[in-house]
């Protein structure tokens, strides 16, 4: 059984609505279908709390107040359509689209537990959507997590704008490793990216090749096209394999020739999160 505090504790905003759906009395809004143009992607979800009150994010204040007004009348779940093509006149979305939206007065909260459950414990998970045609069930993958590996102000910039974006963070500085030995007790699984921030290279090698045989997402690592070149002669040279050597992205980021740490932080983070985004967008 979830605590009381389960919406305090989910830090993803894909995932507060599942949350927040898992306490009773709480209404379950999906987008089922996107009709033109909408900010938000299709599984975007709202909870309704028994005070009218919303958790979760569909971007327009006023759809949010309909829907909450709307679920709280309903009888059971089911479709309806918000903006172009639906019977409500006097309601309108800014982009001019249409959206179905499913909304569920009361979500099974078993099932929802169980999903939460399973992003909690690192798995992905599924929901089921009652009485929908046009999307059987809502697909979560776990948050988003970052492993950072160096040291100096290029780690202090990361962490903090990573912190600033509640994207779950470990930092693994100098001072915690071993020169020429891999990390105990990391986990790198399918939803971790790996960052590493070194100046002096020869710290990568152990660290590198523990992370391009795993799961990771994401392995990136910093310096210029000398480091690189050395960087990928000597992974060969340990007997790393040519097609996990090409797993390791650098240079990292999407700004070329970054020129102060804050600047690397943002491209670096940039680029992680995108290839996030594109497993969600195909989960």
Not at 138 to 143: D, G, I
Not at 206 to 224: D, V
Request: proline letters at 5%; aromatic letters at 4%; glycine letters at 8%.
């Amino acid at each position: 059984m979830l605590s009381d505090h389960t919406i305090e504790t989910v830090h993803d905003e894909d995932h507060l609505a599942l949350a927040a759906a898992c306490q009773p009395g709480v209404g379950l809004c999906t987008i089922v279908n996107i009709d033109g143009s909408f900010s938000r992607r299709l599984g975007a979800q709202l909870a309704v709390l028994p005070d009218g009150s919303t958790v979760g994010d569909l971007a327009d204040g006023c759809l949010e107040k309909q829907l909450a007004t709307d679920i709280a009348n309903c009888k059971g779940p089911h479709v309806a359509r918000y903006g172009r093509g639906s019977p409500k006149i006097d309601f309108r979305l800014p982009c001019g689209g249409g959206l179905d939206i499913m909304l569920d007065p009361a979500p099974d909260r078993t099932d929802c537990r169980t999903a939460l459950e399973a992003l909690r414990g690192r798995r992905p998970a599924r929901l089921a959507l009652r009485e929908c045609r046009q999307l059987l069930s809502r697909a979560y993958l776990p948050a988003l997590k970052l492993i950072v590996l160096g040291e100096g102000q290029e780690v202090e910039a990361v962490t903090a704008l990573a912190s600033a974006m509640a994207i779950d963070v470990e930092v693994f500085s100098r001072n915690r490793l071993a020169l020429g030995q891999t990390i105990q007790n990391v986990r790198y699984d399918p939803w971790t990216a790996c960052l590493l921030l070194f100046h002096d290279h020869e710290w990568e090698l152990a660290l590198l090749e523990q992370a391009l045989a795993s799961e990771a997402f994401y392995i990136g690592a910093q310096g210029g096209e000398r480091a690189r070149s050395d960087r990928t002669l000597a992974l060969a040279a340990r007997g790393v394999l040519e097609e996990q050597i090409a797993r390791l992205t650098s240079p990292i980021g999407l700004l070329p020739s970054c020129k102060s740490p804050r600047t690397l932080a943002l491209s670096a983070l940039s680029e992680i999160v995108g290839r996030y985004e594109q497993m969600r967008v195909a989960a």
